[in-house]
T-cell receptor, first 114, second 113 residues
Framework: SQQGEEDPQALSIQEGENATMNCSYK?????LQWYRQNSGRGLVHLIL?????REKHSGRLRVTLDTSKKSSSLLITASRAADTASYFC??????????????FGQGTILTVHP | DAGVIQSPRHEVTEMGQEVTLRCKPI?????LFWYRQTMMRGLELLIY????????DSGMPEDRFSAKMPNASFSTLKIQPSEPRDSAVYFC???????????FGPGTRLLVL
């Protein structure tokens, strides 16, 4: 099964509202990364948060990490129609031969209505 | 920098044919990753290289798949013979160091008829 599981699978909001997506994982990690994918396009990196960090910001994006609960959240504030995309969390598992390998979740499809 | 470059962007072929996908990583990046994305299985890591050496190919589906990195600026993923179930989007990504941000190319959309 996937290391990262996003919730919800789909999210539909109005422009200007905030969007929150969650990611849960199973094993210890070195870092967790969030990516965006527009329909038919490649993945764009948003934020990397390391296991010893609890929160990071980038523009309208805020990512939190709770390693005790093995979960992360991505908050997009004041959403815009251009934020419509699929959002993936990816975990870099700690230890062993998994070092550097990212395991992606199934993604959250975000639709922002103008 | 031009980012990760992949070619071709689209490939349509018939079952049994050989398919070669190409990738040029970002200059200076020591790590190169090949992923496959399908609706059913999502995004899966196939293989990754460090300094042109394959480190982990446990994600390669079967012997029909092979990947090479003859130098720091070029990698290929080959499928021979191709099958309809290989239809997917194949992404190449590179990173400066292990456990750092991976930069993805635009992908190659492969359709095997």
């Amino acid at each position: 099964s996937q290391q990262g599981e996003e919730d919800p699978q789909a999210l539909s909001i109005q422009e200007g509202e905030n969007a929150t997506m969650n990611c849960s994982y199973k094993t210890s990690i070195n870092n967790l990364q969030w990516y965006r994918q527009n329909s038919g396009r490649g993945l764009v990196h948003l934020i990397l948060i390391r296991s010893n960090e609890r929160e990071k910001h980038s523009g309208r994006l805020r990512v939190t990490l709770d390693t005790s609960k093995k979960s992360s959240s991505l908050l997009i504030t004041a959403s815009r129609a251009a934020d419509t995309a699929s959002y993936f969390c990816a975990t870099d598992k700690a230890g062993g031969t998994s070092y550097g390998k990212l395991t992606f979740g199934q993604g959250t499809i975000l639709t922002v209505h103008p | 920098d031009a980012g990760v470059i992949q070619s071709p962007r689209h490939e349509v072929t018939e079952m049994g044919q050989e398919v070669t996908l190409r990738c040029k990583p970002i200059s200076g990046h020591d790590y190169l990753f090949w992923y496959r994305q399908t609706m059913m299985r999502g995004l899966e890591l196939l293989i990754y290289f460090n300094n042109n050496v394959p480190i982990d190919d446990s994600g390669m589906p079967e012997d029909r798949f092979s990947a090479k990195m003859p130098n720091a600026s070029f990698s290929t993923l080959k499928i021979q013979p191709s099958e309809p179930r290989d239809s997917a989007v194949y992404f190449c990504a590179s990173s400066f160091s292990v456990s750092e941000t991976q930069y993805f190319g635009p992908g190659t959309r492969l359709l095997v008829l």
